[in-house]
């Protein structure tokens, strides 16, 4: 306890918050740190809707906004990168390091630059601050890779296809920091907007935008931004006080912001009818689906997501010449989204044209490994005779839920059962009332077995004995074989015993 207590007064001592300057506990090193967003940038790209694309000039513009308050921040020399997502869901997110995301949707809903500015230094703040090292040192972040991955292969409604098709609308992935952080990043942003030459007057405005919002029950947002950024009147209230101490005026660029998303305010009709395709599809009507997909195309033909999206509608009304076509036209629209590549490999794949397949879903899962990727590569070398990339992959597949991870672990188990069948046949000794040596076996494996074999080791003397078990084992089933040893007058005498079992096989 003193060691730990040791330990924990130095951490603490030897980590000062950049940003307020605070010690506080920090078990993340600020290189790991960077270290950790940099890996996790790109697949958090890709499972949030990867980059857009249409405009590529709004990148820039956007990038250039973030630069600019990131070059008067408390942690200048951190590696900033600013992109915007594809994706209508009105978000935004910051992974550590400076690594940092807006979503298309969430700049349809601001007014001028001041605002956008609002947004970025917010989500500077919780980079500068070491918000996330923070709560990965507290074990509240845990698993960023595997819960975007398996974010990114679920699918609400229309089979395992995985990518984005039904989850645009869904809460966002992140992790909610705490209040404290949320309230530092209102109060220093609003330092970094002035020192950036910004009005703090529109970090105000936001807030009192979104709790509008809020209060209409505006379904979007609530599932995206204020999932991650709860809104209130007392974050409005305090955003006030704070503008009230900073100097009045500041840069505002309506008319510049309100250029640089005209394309998005074109395009804002497609992005409506891309959510009634979605709903469409939940329900499983893919005639309605292409209707409104077909809109979506008409407005804007470039989005790859509108092609594969129609084309999962095609595939709900088995006419799989149209879908490949369109899962086709999404990747020369896009080629570099996991989704695209995913959808056309799992069609390919299905309708008996594996070759072709296995270079969709290798190309899918080089973007953004996935359950649903990993589990057809799974088969495919299962299907080769390479057990052993086979296990990986099922491994991967086996994480994820519904049906897809159950074949996973099916599978999985199939092939681990030949070299550690004590894996999932568990067995354990114990004292009968008869005084007599009895074993236990419990099949904890999703497949009826045949062929248990138990080795039986008595520690005192060095000697093992082999046991059978039953002709078959089911799934959760368990099996008590008696021995030969007995009876013994002391109880403790079970302690020399060990068993483990060698052998098991699935039942046909």
């Known amino acids: 306890m003193l060691v730990l207590v040791a330990l924990l007064t130095a951490f603490s001592g030897c980590s000062v ?58 942690r200048k020399d951190l590696p900033y990168e600013f992109v915007v997502l594809n994706n209508p869901v009105p978000n935004a997110w910051a992974l550590p390091g400076g ?33 996330g090292a923070t709560q990965m040192s507290r074990g509240v972040l845990v698993g960023v890779g595997a819960q975007v991955a398996g974010i990114a292969s679920e699918s609400a409604g229309y089979g395992q296809l995985g990518g984005m ?88 660029n309506r008319d510049v912001y309100q250029q ?50 129609r084309g999962h509608a095609w595939s709900m009304l088995d006419d799989n010449a149209r879908a490949e ?36 879903l290798d190309k899918s899962h080089q973007l953004l490994p996935t359950p649903t990727a990993a589990y057809y590569l799974g088969e495919q070398a299962d299907g080769s005779g390479n057990s052993a990339k086979a296990m990986g992959y099922y491994q991967q597949a086996a994480q994820s839920s519904g049906e897809l991870g159950k074949k996973a672990q ?31 076996v419990k099949n904890n494996s999703p497949l009826a077995v045949t062929g248990v074999q138990v080795q039986l080791a008595d520690m005192n003397v060095r000697k093992s004995s082999a046991l059978s078990g039953p002709a078959r084992l089911n799934p959760g089933e368990q099996f008590v074989i008696k021995t030969r040893i007995g009876p013994m007058a002391d109880r403790n005498e079970l302690a020399r015993f060990r068993t483990q079992v060698t052998a098991a096989k699935p039942a046909k």
């Open 17 to 74: 918050n950049p940003v307020t300057g605070k010690n506080e506990l920090s078990l993340i090193s600020p290189q790991q740190e960077v270290a950790i967003g940099a890996e996790q940038y790109q697949p958090s790209q890709q499972s949030q809707g990867g980059r857009y694309y249409i405009d590529p000039q709004l990148q820039t513009y956007v990038a250039s906004v973030g630069r600019k308050l990131a070059d008067v921040s408390d």
């Open 325 to 360: 076509q369109d899962f086709s036209a999404a990747i020369s629209k896009n080629p570099n989204y996991f989704s695209h590549y995913l959808a056309r490999g799992v069609l390919r794949y299905e309708n008996g044209r594996k070759q072709q397949a296995l270079a969709d």
């Open 410 to 440: 099916t599978r999985l188990a199939v092939l681990e059962l030949a070299q550690t069948p004590h894996k999932y046949i568990a067995s354990s000794p114990y004292l009968g009332n008869d005084g007599y040596l009895w074993v236990v």
């Open 99 to 131: 690594k940092i995301a807006i979503n298309s949707g969430l700049l349809l809903h601001l007014e001028d630059e001041a605002q956008l500015a609002a947004v970025l230094a917010h989500e500077i703040v919780h980079a500068a601050a070491r918000h």
């Open 165 to 252: 098709a039904a989850q645009l609308g869904s809460q966002a992935w992140m992790a909610r920091y705490g209040r404290d952080a949320e309230r530092d990043s209102d109060v220093y942003g609003m330092d970094y907007m002035v020192r950036a030459g910004y009005d703090p007057q529109a970090a105000v405005e936001l807030q009192e935008t979104f709790v509008k919002l809020n209060a209409n029950r505006q379904q979007d947002f609530i599932s995206g931004l204020f999932a991650s950024h709860p809104p209130s009147q007392e974050r409005v209230n305090r955003n006030r006080e704070k503008a009230a101490t900073l100097p009045k005026g500041g840069i505002r």
């Open 260 to 309: 640089r998303i005209a394309q998005l305010k074109r395009d804002e009709p497609a992005y409506e009818a891309q959510g009634e395709a979605i709903k469409a599809l939940n329900n499983k009507d893919g005639k309605l689906a292409i209707s409104h997909l077909n809109k979506a195309i008409k407005i804007q033909p470039q989005d790859g997501y509108f092609y594969e999206l």
